[in-house]
């Protein structure tokens, strides 16, 4: 279905007005609860701190994040350093652009980074992971593809289709339909689909999957 991208702006600027800028969508992965909000939810450290997130996953090629609060000693450009919590990026495009390896890869540093243990250096100051928060720039789009695959793949028993999983991830962030058009972006879900194929291949039956601690 066509979607006239003047009206679906407008559209997401209303439903983004009146919605929280994080939802979370699911917990109990190796501890962790997972979460997905705009650039609003990750650049607030005290909205991360306030729901316990240490963990950020930046989906968004074209939205960039100064997460450093301690600087570097040795800065001679641009801020390098330490933030308040550990934070990735994977980059993708809203659209059409990307490989199908994206999501894919998204998908296993997703389950990386809630299985990685920070060794005890003074270089790894982060004593606790917390919660994990993927978000892109409207947290409607990229991110909510990315979580739907992870959840389809991880959750199998309660998410035994792709669809069921952006299902509920819609309804857990709080996706107003009149979004659904574009959020996520059917050539989003069309690779995701592809992906989960490439991915239950690669694992093969069963595969393991991440449990509740």
Not at 39 to 44: E, G, N, Y
Not at 46 to 61: F, I, K, W
Not at 190 to 197: K, P, V
């Amino acid at each position: 279905m066509s979607v006239d991208p003047g009206t679906m702006k407008l559209v997401f600027a209303e439903a983004e007005a009146g919605r929280a800028p994080l939802h979370r969508i699911d917990g109990g992965f190796h501890g962790a609860d997972l979460f997905i909000g705009n650039r609003q939810a990750a650049s607030s450290p005290d909205l991360l701190a306030e729901h316990g997130v240490g963990v950020v996953l930046n989906c968004a090629v074209n939205l960039d994040i100064n997460m450093v609060t301690d600087p570097a000693a040795d800065v001679k450009n641009l801020e390098f350093g330490w933030g308040p919590v550990r934070y990735y990026k994977l980059g993708m495009i809203d659209g059409a652009g990307n490989s199908d390896d994206f999501l894919i890869a998204g998908y296993f540093l997703l389950r990386g980074l809630l299985t990685q243990e920070m060794p005890e250096k003074p270089s790894y100051p982060w004593k606790t992971r917390g919660h994990v928060l993927v978000h892109c720039r409207g947290g409607r789009s990229r991110s909510v593809i990315l979580v739907a695959l992870f959840l389809h793949m991880e959750r199998p028993e309660s998410y035994p289709t792709l669809d069921a999983a952006i299902a509920h991830v819609r309804a857990h962030r709080q996706l107003d339909p009149k979004e659904w058009p574009s959020a996520p972006k059917q050539v989003l879900i069309d690779a995701a689909t592809r992906c989960a194929a490439i991915l239950r291949h690669l694992k093969g039956p069963p595969h393991r999957t991440l449990q509740a601690r």
